[in-house]
């Protein structure tokens, strides 16, 4: 016996499973998916039999057509990846033919097939786009490897096609991309251009605080603080007429300290001043506000004086305050034609703290320099002994 015989009986009765036959119809129907597809037109019975037997040792399915007409509906609807015309087509009809296939499918390549051509023939199937020329008196390799030559040909341009496609897609994504990312750019310049900007403009309010604190501090009296303060606010806000109060006794009680006058003498502007000093400073002594009236009218109204001072001026009014008290306020006003600018709210803002601070100092000098020794007398009694003590330590204290 031989020993092999059961083991490829086994063998064979396992290759016939129903797994086994599923397996290979799947690779059968993936196979014919893959095999290309040949549209052939205009042959007769025996011709047709002859391309189709060749086509058919090619592994090529093969589609039939009368005419070049129903042809065309073949390559629009369906998946055709040559087309072979028979030699006795009108080549007028095959080059219009071509050319409208080309606008559907231009990687489908043309063939025509028949006798041996003559070179009239052939340079006229070529001139109506025809990629080459069967001749069925050649052998049936040369005819395999001419067909294999136009499908190759059609799939490299179909590749070629599709990689365009892919390529064009990718740069209309790029180009969006491109242009979100430039727009991010933009915006990213623009937030760091701004950044800058408050930068360079906060090193700047910086210089011009430091600039003010040092002349300020060496000023150790009233008169010469406020001249100083009103003389480096007007190198910043330009000749105009400015006014300060200086809080009294009294929370509603203020009183001028210092006055510069550009288009409006003193004495004309005397009843405006006394007014702002009795109903406006109390008022804005309670606040941090800067005030700016670009129209005084309905404001010198609302005081119930002469609106000749004021008119056609603009005013602007700000309280420097150090903690809860207010050491002065100011006001700055001039004809409307010399508008203030709105950057100088921003310097006023980051100064007023600065003199704030400068006048308390000199108040509390001021106080200190108010205190005397204690009078004491050589028979004093208990009670006047230990009243001279509490007001020496309170002396101490306030020092």
Known sequence: MNPSGPEQ?????????????????ARSNRADESRP????????????????????????????????????????????????????????????FTAKMRRVAPAVKVVVAG????NGHLLQAVRAGASDWLDFGSDEADMHSRIDAALELGREERRRDERIARLKGICRKLSVTRGEFS????????????????????????????EFRGLLSQ?????????????????????????????????TQFGLGAYVHYDCPRASAQ????????????????????????????????????????????????????GDECMGVFFLFRNKSEPFRDELASLI??????????????????????????ESGAESTDDEGDRDSDEGENWRRAA
């Open 219 to 251: 000023e150790l009296d009233v008169e010469d603080l406020l001249r100083t303060s009103l003389q480096y606010m007007l190198t910043k806000t330009g000749a105009t007429n400015a006014a300060v109060f200086l809080p009294g006794s009294k929370p």
């Open 9 to 25: 009986n086994d063998f064979n009765f396992d290759d016939a499973t129903p797994e086994r036959a599923a397996h290979h119809e």
């Open 349 to 374: 803002d980051a100064l007023r703290p600065v003199f704030a601070t400068q006048m308390a100092k000199l108040v509390r000098v001021h106080h200190r320099s108010k205190f005397v020794w204690p």
């Open 115 to 118: 006798d041996a051509p003559t």
């Open 183 to 210: 727009k991010q750019i933009d915006s990213l310049s623009e937030g760091l251009s701004h950044a800058m900007s408050d930068a360079r403009e906060r090193l700047d309010e910086a210089a011009i605080v430091g």
């Open 37 to 96: 597809s040949a549209l052939c037109v205009g042959f007769d019975c025996i011709s047709s039999v002859r391309i189709g037997d060749l086509l058919e040792r090619s592994a090529i399915d093969t589609i039939y057509e009368g005419g070049l007409h129903a042809a065309l509906a073949h390559v629009v609807g369906g998946r055709v990846d040559i087309v072979i015309v028979c030699d006795t087509t009108c080549f007028r009809e095959l080059s219009d």
């Open 271 to 322: 009843p405006l001043l006394a007014r702002l000093a009795s109903d406006v400073c109390p008022r804005l002594a309670t606040t941090d506000d800067i005030v700016r009236f670009a129209d005084t009218e309905e404001f010198v109204d609302s005081l119930g004086v002469e609106a000749t001072v004021l008119e056609d001026s603009e005013l602007v009014a700000w309280p420097a305050r150090h």
